[in-house]
T-cell receptor, first 114, second 111 residues
Framework: DAGVIQSPRHEVTEMGQEVTLRCKPI?????LFWYRQTMMRGLELLIY????????DSGMPEDRFSAKMPNASFSTLKIQPSEPRDSAVYFC????????????FGPGTRLLVL | DQQVKQNSPSLSVQEGRISILNCDYT??????FLWYKKYPAEGPTFLIS?????DKNEDGRFTVFLNKSAKHLSLHIVPSQPGDSAVYFC??????????FGQGTRLTINP
């Protein structure tokens, strides 16, 4: 199993640009999560999906952030327009119902907004 | 308002000795507790978990202890090995898939 796949691994962009982060969950998993890790706030949940439906987006910082899951094998997190304070590592994770709350994380996307 | 606290940002232990990482939480309704391990430039990796109906769970060198009255969780690693050097996060949840993570403790195992 390839595990959770994220792309790109690194992204450098200028303030005001649109950024799209991509995630492919583990095949067969029905939960997908987007997290952000910063020095100040640690690892925080932004949004999660169950069976491609957004369940809780209370962690999404503001309207500049949006996430979609058009099918079971793909999700995107978009920031438009990006700001320097969005610089962080963004993780995608997936999980499977009935296996407890164990989540499997991707390697992350390191985003730097100049 | 931190619901999960790891008060030690770092810990240094000699190889072969026991490493003890601690975690405190505020909400007695949390019912599932996990530890994750993270190496640089990688995502967190699930290590071990425990439900609120237990007070101990063991998996090889790793044991998690839960003290519900004190709202305290600990991870014991024995014996500690150089490959255990990483950042360890505790996480909690309440009847759902939504995890709340602590700030992490950086463990360094010295040869």
């Amino acid at each position: 199993d390839a595990g959770v796949i994220q792309s790109p691994r690194h992204e450098v962009t200028e303030m005001g640009q649109e950024v799209t982060l991509r995630c492919k969950p583990i095949s067969g998993h029905d939960y997908l999560f987007w997290y952000r890790q910063t020095m100040m706030r640690g690892l925080e949940l932004l949004i999660y999906f169950n069976n491609n439906v957004p369940i809780d987006d209370s962690g999404m910082p503001e309207d500049r952030f949006s996430a979609k899951m058009p099918n079971a094998s793909f999700s995107t997190l978009k920031i438009q327009p990006s700001e320097p304070r969005d610089s962080a590592v963004y993780f995608c994770a997936s999980g499977l119902s009935g296996t407890g709350e164990t989540q499997y994380f991707g390697p992350g996307t390191r985003l730097l907004v100049l | 308002d931190q619901q999960v606290k790891q008060n030690s940002p770092s810990l240094s232990v000699q190889e072969g000795r026991i490493s003890i990482l601690n975690c405190d939480y505020t909400n007695s309704m949390f019912d599932y507790f996990l530890w994750y391990k993270k190496y640089p430039a990688e995502g967190p990796t699930f290590l071990i978990s425990i439900s609120s109906i237990k007070d101990k769970n063991e998996d090889g060198r790793f044991t998690v202890f839960l003290n519900k009255s004190a709202k305290h969780l600990s991870l014991h690693i024995v014996p500690s090995q150089p490959g255990d050097s990483a950042v360890y996060f505790c996480a909690v949840t309440q009847g759902a898939q939504k995890l709340v993570f602590g700030q992490g403790t950086r463990l360094t195992i010295n040869p």
